[in-house]
């Protein structure tokens, strides 16, 4: 089939390449020229395992192109995928100025009978609010083209979206439109399994899917954290209490991991906006104003725990691992990252920071006062303490002689808790972590 991806992004260029991966012929379009540019040349613009080889064979065998000319590209597809970001606005709002766009280029161009996918994470009516757009701009060009507009979220997970995309829980298609579904059935098709079939259900129903799932697994997260604080209190060790939990089957044991807070692109934005729809009905959303409290809460919480080990951090040099919001990506959008280094910078600290993947994007972001190492050991150098934010896999095993003898003081503060905290006492490091 022919296939658009409106919009490069993670969900984009994710999608769009595993769909050509399939037998499509995939145009991606993006508005950000130097994106495109980079990405014809098989230079992928993020970090996500496994997606440079997929891009690089689809490139070559020519059913994967990369594009900024919307009329043309929107013109040959029969699908067109809505793949553009919807961050928040200052009220938690989502920001849907880039899915108005999308549709209004489409409503613009479109020349034949087209389906239009929304997988941007979008409050409910949206399906109806795109309708209207492309309607609105047939009508100025005094144009009758048929349309479908399908609600099918994106459920994949950064770090490992092409695994996610390739073995998806769930695709979920909203659409009262048989022959979209007929047609997005053929296409899931190769990917959708007996036990992990395509659920059709209503646009509606389709857009509430995504945030909920969302606020569900940020709620876990938050829940965790703020029993943290009771363990911390009560001498209880939050992992044990998680296994103990998570071994209910009505519970399950994922997202039941207290830490630093959750990042990203998604929960923090996702929580608010479900938030702002609740309340623009006129309902209080209590539970879920909390959940994101809980969270920023939780972000802020490890410098305190620092400064009783060290008082005045004023001239201090603390090392971070750990940069991205969570493992095996480069996003820092909203990372626990971001608040910590704005605390110790306001305490006149020094920060020596480290990550496997995410620096070149901090670098944009955290301009001064942050000096990046160029591996985990020279950000310790001279250190009075390390902070554990991001969880990569070459941060679980290091070397703690060799820490003991960069480091000036033997401090750790483990905002993922991947360390034993007796097993580090012994070690002679002061050490804490979350909830234990
Ligand atoms: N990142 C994730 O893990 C993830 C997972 C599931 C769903 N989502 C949702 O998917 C959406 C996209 O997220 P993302 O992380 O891929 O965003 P992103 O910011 O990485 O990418 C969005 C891209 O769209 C491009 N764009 C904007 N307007 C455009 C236009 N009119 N024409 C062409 N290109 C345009 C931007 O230049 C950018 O490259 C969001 O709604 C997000 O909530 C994200």
Redesign the pocket.
Known sequence: MKLLC????????VSGTCFADLGNDVIC????EK?VETLNKGIIP?YEPGLKELVERNLKQGRLKFTID?ENSIKQAEIIFI?????PKANGEADMS?VY??AE?IGKHIVSYKIVVT????PVGTAEKIKRIINAELKKRKKKIDFDVVSN??????GA?VKDFQNPDRIIIGTSSEKAKETLARLYKPISRATKPIMFTTEKNAELI?YASNAMLATRISFMNELSHLCEEIGADIKAVAKGMGLDTRIGSRFLQAGCGYG???FP??VKAIAQILEQYGFTSNLLRTVDYINERQKRSLVPKLKKFIPKLEGKTIAIWGLSFKPRTD?IREAPCLTVIDQLLKEYAKIKAYDPEAMENAKKVLKKGVVFAKNAYEALKDADALIILTEWDEFREPDFAKIKKLMKQHIIIDGRNIYDPIELKKLGFKYKGVGR
């Open positions: 409106i919009g490069s992004g993670y969900v984009g260029l379009l993006d508005i950000d994106k993020i919307t793949c553009v970001g919807t961050p880039f766009n999308a280029s997988k941007s994470t979008v979220p994106e459920f994949l997970r950064e979206a995504k990203g692109s998604c934005k996702d996003d």
